[in-house]
């Protein structure tokens, strides 16, 4: 079974540029969160989603900060513009249905410059 | 999120060792889990735990729920090179993970 996939793995922007990423979860978890790592400190929750609807944004820095999750498969995370504070790792992951085993991709590792 | 207290934040250990990390929160949580990280890659599931008192082992890992809810432990016995990574504890009461900060662990061969 394919695990977490996430794309791209690296991303160097300018500040003041949109990068967009993307996370495929765990075929069959309607389950999907976002989380972020920033500066060496800890993982810290962004989002969630069950399917297609946002169940829980709260963790969302602002509203330079978009996610979606069309069709309830895959999901994407844009941010626009990007600031220098974005810099970090942004990683997926996915459960099934009420279950609290979130299973983690790979990351992306954001630098704004 | 809540904020959860991760010790040691680093550790030498010499192979073989035995190796001790813990978790403590200001507040109760009803999953604790323990995740390690590999360079490049993202967390991976190692021990989850859902009651408290409960007690887990995993091969060489053991994990313990405290029963105050609030604190949780990591023994792994043994240690072997390939347990080099980032360990972190996360503590839920639905699906929202609050992580620790990692402790990050490299034995010495």
């Known amino acids: 079974e394919a695990g977490v996939t996430q794309f791209p793995s690296h991303s160097v922007i300018e500040k003041g540029q949109t990068v967009t990423l993307r996370c495929d979860p765990i075929s069959g978890h309607d389950n999907l969160y976002w989380y972020r790592r920033v500066m060496g400190k800890e993982i810290k929750f962004l989002l969630h989603?069950?399917?297609?609807?946002?169940?829980?944004e709260s963790g969302m820095p602002n509203n330079r900060f978009l996610a979606e999750r069309t069709g309830g498969t895959y999901s994407t995370l844009k941010v626009q513009p990007a600031e220098l504070e974005d810099s970090g790792v942004y990683f997926c992951?996915?459960?099934?249905?009420?279950?609290?085993?979130?299973?983690f991709g790979p990351g992306t590792r954001l630098t704004v410059l | 999120g809540q904020q959860l207290n991760q010790s040691p934040q680093s550790m030498f250990i010499q192979e073989g060792e035995d190796v001790s990390m813990n978790c403590t929160s200001s507040s109760i949580f009803n999953t604790w889990l323990w995740y390690k990280q590999d360079p490049g890659e993202g967390p991976v599931l190692l021990i989850a735990?859902?009651?408290?008192?409960e007690l887990t082992s995993n091969g060489r890992l053991t994990a313990q729920f405290g029963i105050t809810r609030k604190d949780s432990f990591l023994n792994i016995s043994a240690s072997i090179p390939s347990d080099v990574g980032i360990y972190f504890c996360?503590?839920?009461?639905?699906?929202?993970?609050?992580f620790g900060a990692g402790t990050t662990v490299t034995v010495r061969a």
């Open positions: 992951a996915s459960s099934p249905t009420s279950r609290n085993e979130q299973f």
């Open positions: 735990l859902y009651k408290a008192g």
């Open positions: 989603f069950v399917k297609e609807s946002k169940q829980d």
């Open positions: 996360a503590g839920t009461i639905d699906y929202k993970l609050s």
